[in-house]
């Protein structure tokens, strides 16, 4: 690979994916008698379903409503629904 002229390299694809390197990482470079290496400090945050289940988990009764149901809530939220009779 060219290192740009701020020193920068790209990491081959093939790499990222086999030390789950992503937006975020931290990397390091350590210099040894048979060059250098690169060590991951921190991986970056991951998306997947599973962290996503994790956050919407950790948000559950999280909102107060005040007591409104949900269509009460609804309502307040939208306004009156046009499209149906008097309750």
Do not use: N, Y
Request: proline share 6%; hydrophobic share 30%; net charge negative.
């Amino acid at each position: 690979m060219r290192v740009t002229e701020k020193g920068q390299v790209t990491i081959p694809k093939e790499i990222r994916d086999r030390l789950k390197i992503g937006p975020g990482s931290e990397v390091d470079f350590i210099a040894d008698d048979k060059g250098a290496r690169l060590v991951v400090v921190a991986r970056g945050p991951v998306e997947s379903e599973e962290d996503f289940e994790t956050w919407l988990k950790s948000r559950s009764g999280t909102f107060d409503t005040g007591g409104m149901t949900t269509d009460e809530f609804m309502e307040w939220l939208r306004g009156p629904r046009d499209d149906l009779g008097p309750r």
